[in-house]
């Protein structure tokens, strides 16, 4: 602290212990022990600052210590940043915010110097040194005026005040204060508010959501271009005379939500066509439309609500009818199925069960829905016995892996009726759980077709194993473009040649032809694929072993769109070349091999052994009804000796049995199933199938039976 300061201090201490006595000049100098002349000018600038109170006692002047803030205190705190100037611009005073605000470092001398040497870029203005200069000279001068910083770009509020001081320039002349308030963040709010407005104002006008303003009673203040839009309307004069109820058409609903008032949201219907009849002539829509309402109170700047308030609302009328389409087309979809859909959800904590079931749980299924949240419990309560351990197992599995699901097994409904069913179903995982999205299906058509079908192929395969040959499937797009589908898997132990590769296996096979019948081979493919004939064969086979073998090929045709199909057999027919016996051919059922067994060019004849050693008729092909003179359908489902009494008898019987029991195949000689002269001669190669039932191959050998051989020869045979 300077001496001038220290006496400035030892005065005001000294008042301050006076007080409230108000003492002289004389007293003051005498007793502090100071010259009365600098006392007096002590007193002066204090009394200037607002420290002391001076008392004209007569011609004396009494001073007493100021109780109220002084000037100096004052001028410290003033948020604003102050400098005084005298009349030569040097500064007489600046308070603490000058120094703060402009980052004067500490012990840089300001008082008593020039402005211009403070070098603050402010004061380097034009503009702020010729309005400095106004004053001065007693002109007309700017009282404010925003400048900007230069390199900060702070924005300051500046006042310019001519005063005069003498207290402190001792001059008497005028002198300039400048009050310096940094506004740059207010400006900045002020800006962001103005492009806030701007923005406001753009969505307003732009968003695709009609929105509108409305007083408590329904008065409708404003709205914006998409709402007239929405309502069909061409100018906001349209809605002037009407409330918000009235074009709503849900007045209950909306002064419920004014009574509440609270943010909401629904989903609102409005039928234009009664508007357009009582409100809103004017309105160019016309049916139901649908809108997405979200309504909210408008609030004051304390948070409190007004009676005023807003609507946001979509036309959702296009998603609705999609939503009732796709809703329309779902329940077509499900109402068709063999089964019904469900939602599985299996929860982090463990807890698992169903959101969802289709109603026709209880028609296909026997089940009912309600309660649903034990339904899954129910349904797999009805899970055959046998399969109830591999359920639950599948389930538990899927939960763990969160992986999709399949279950195949017999269901018991709880009328007793037996069903089979399939369940499929995709994972979505979701926050706290996952949800299964699935379906049961009736499989039970589809699983007796596959047992009907494994029986087939049993009795195929039954039947190609004991034929003295193979089967095969032969195409021909052209006659240059031919090939196999389809040959027995026996192909390598019949003939030594391998199956595949399929395609080509024809040409392989008739590598194999006898040197003398290849000609003969290959004008017969080439024949019936230019004639769509059926295709027969017989010649010498060599095998790649070396052992020779005697074939015949017989197949039908079958003309589809762009290429014909032969399904036939060849034979080894070494043997009957030198009994000069017909073979059999076989069946095949299902896809490929159904068109083999029907229109293959011998008779098959499928039975059944059941007690008193008769046989039922299972099965049988065309050719066997042609030769039997009677319709298939009147054929099968007969008891053999009851139907054909005249077959001889224990020959046919004793020759069925043994074939039942020795499982070896056996040829019957000539015979007639009927004693008519128009029945025809039969010959037959039996053997059993592995399903247990009997199979003849059957050939009409009527031309090869001597006119002569009497009836009592040929049962002796």
Known sequence: MSEREDRYATIREFLQEKYPEAVSISTISRQLNMNRGSVAKYLEVLQSHGNVIMKPYGKSKLYTIAQNVAFDDLFDYISDAIVILDADLHILMVNKSFIETF??????????????????????????????????????????????????????????????????SFTGKPGIMISLRDITTWKKTEEALKSSEQKIRTLFEEVPSGIILFREDGTILNANRASLDILGLTRFTDLEEFKLYDIMCSREIILNLIRQGEIAELTLSCNFDRLKSHTLTSTKKSGVAYFQIVFAPVTDKTGKSSSEFFIL???????????????????????????IVYQFYARDSGEWGVYYVNERTQEIYGVPT???????????????????????????????????????????????????????????????????????????????????????????????????????????????????????????????????PVDTWILRYGDYIAPEDQERWLNSIQDVIETVKNWEFEGRFIRPDGEEMYIRVLSQPVSLRNETVWNGIILDITDRRKAEEALRRTELKEARYHSFFENTCNGVLIYEPIENRDYIIKDVNRMTASLLRMEKENLVGKKLFEEFPDLPDPYVRDLLHRVLITEKPEFVAPLKYRNREEFPWISHYVFKLPSGEIASFMIDVTDVVKDDVKPSKRKAK
């Open 103 to 168: 980052n004067i470092r500490s012990g840089k001398k300001i008082i008593g110097n020039e402005l211009s040497r403070i070098n603050l870029a402010l004061f380097d203005n034009p503009t702020v040194l010729e309005n400095i200069d106004r004053i001065l000279n007693s002109r007309v001068f700017i009282n404010e005026m925003l400048l900007i910083e230069r390199g900060t770009d702070r924005i300051f509020l500046t006042e310019f005040v001519s005063t005069v001081i003498p207290s402190i």
């Open 370 to 500: 309600e309660p649903l949240n034990n339904w899954f419990d129910r349904y797999g309560e009805c899970i055959a016995p046998e399969d109830r351990e591999r359920w639950f197992e599948s389930i538990h599995d899927v939960i763990k892996r969160v992986a999709p699901w399949e279950f195949e097994g017999r269901f018991i409904k709880p009328s007793g009726e037996e069903m089979y069913i399939r369940g499929i179903s995709q994972p979505v995982r979701l926050k706290h759980e996952t949800v299964w999205n699935g379906i049961f299906l009736d499989i039970t058509d589809r699983r007796m077709a596959e047992e009907a079908l494994r029986m087939s192929e049993e009795r195929l395969r039954g039947i190609t194993s004991n034929l003295p040959g193979i089967v095969y499937q032969f195409y021909a797009r052209s006659p240059r473009e031919w090939g196999t589908y389809y040959v027995d898997e026996r192909s390598t132990e019949v003939y030594g040649i391998p199956p595949d």
């Open 313 to 339: 609302f979509l036309d959702i009328t296009a998603k609705k009818i999609a939503e009732k389409q796709l809703k329309e087309r779902y329940q077509g979809i499900v109402n068709n199925l063999p089964g």
